[in-house]
């Protein structure tokens, strides 16, 4: 089943608030990468992260990896009609065969003026 | 580089019947994946390629076939379709399987009646 999980599922902001979206495995990540799909549209990568306590930042948009590497989180600062759209992490699940990248159910944004 | 290219964008399908989904690529890209889109599900990884020649199973792969005869191309066959196969398909491509980015095809949403 379903290895990571995201929350919340929904998020209504007015715009100037912030936002914040979870993502937690189950199992150790190699790393964890962030995409944004605007409605309609395809998933768009925004950043990985690697190490273990990592944070970058995106202009308004400021990522954390978890000291465990199984958490991380995306935080926007003011948010904008611009950012409306899902936010999905995914992770990287070592196995036997391989890396597989296992998605998040994803947090999905609205921006109210 | 046109990137990632799916083909068709809409598909309506009725039950038992068989298609193709086409995905091609440019940019030389080792690894190639499809995903479903499901509400509230995320994506799920159906099928996956690390290079020509080599295929294996992600997290849904019942009901689905691929193949992976050159770099640039991995097809999605549909053997008998059912209704619990409507939903948005995506293929992507990285460099390689481990800590790359992946590009997103702009999907096709297949509708099984």
């Known amino acids: 089943g379903q290895q990571v999980m995201q929350i919340p599922q929904y998020q209504h902001v007015q715009e100037g608030e912030d936002f914040t979206t979870y993502c937690n495995s189950s199992?150790?990540?190699?790393?964890i990468q962030w995409y944004k799909q605007r409605p309609g549209g395809h998933p768009v990568f925004l950043i990985q992260?690697?190490?273990?306590?990592e944070v970058k930042k995106q202009k308004r948009l400021t990522f954390q990896f978890g000291e465990a590497k199984k958490n991380s989180s995306l935080h926007i600062t003011a948010t904008q009609t611009t950012d409306v759209g899902t936010y999905f992490c995914?992770?990287?699940?070592?196995?036997?065969?391989?890396?597989?990248?296992?998605f998040g159910t994803g947090t999905q944004l609205k921006v109210e003026l | 580089n046109a990137g990632v290219t799916q083909t068709p964008k809409f598909q309506v399908l009725k039950t038992g019947q068989s298609m193709t989904l086409q995905c091609a690529q440019d940019?030389?890209?080792?690894?190639m994946s499809w995903y479903r889109q499901d509400p509230g599900m995320g994506l799920r990884l159906i099928h996956y390629?690390?290079?020509?020649?080599?295929?294996d199973q992600g997290e849904v792969p019942n009901g689905y076939n691929v193949s992976r005869s050159t770099t640039e191309d991995f097809p999605l066959r549909l053997l008998s379709a059912a209704p619990s196969q409507t939903s948005v398909y995506f293929c992507?491509?990285?460099?390689?399987?481990?800590?790359?980015?992946?590009?997103f095809g702009p999907g096709t949403r297949l509708t099984v009646t």
């Open positions: 995914a992770g990287r699940i070592l196995t036997g065969g391989g890396n597989k990248l296992t």
């Open positions: 390629s690390v290079g020509a020649g080599i295929t």
């Open positions: 992507a491509s990285s460099q390689s399987s481990g800590g790359h980015e992946q590009y």
């Open positions: 940019m030389n890209h080792e690894y």
């Open positions: 199992t150790t990540l190699s790393n």
């Open positions: 992260l690697v190490k273990s306590g």
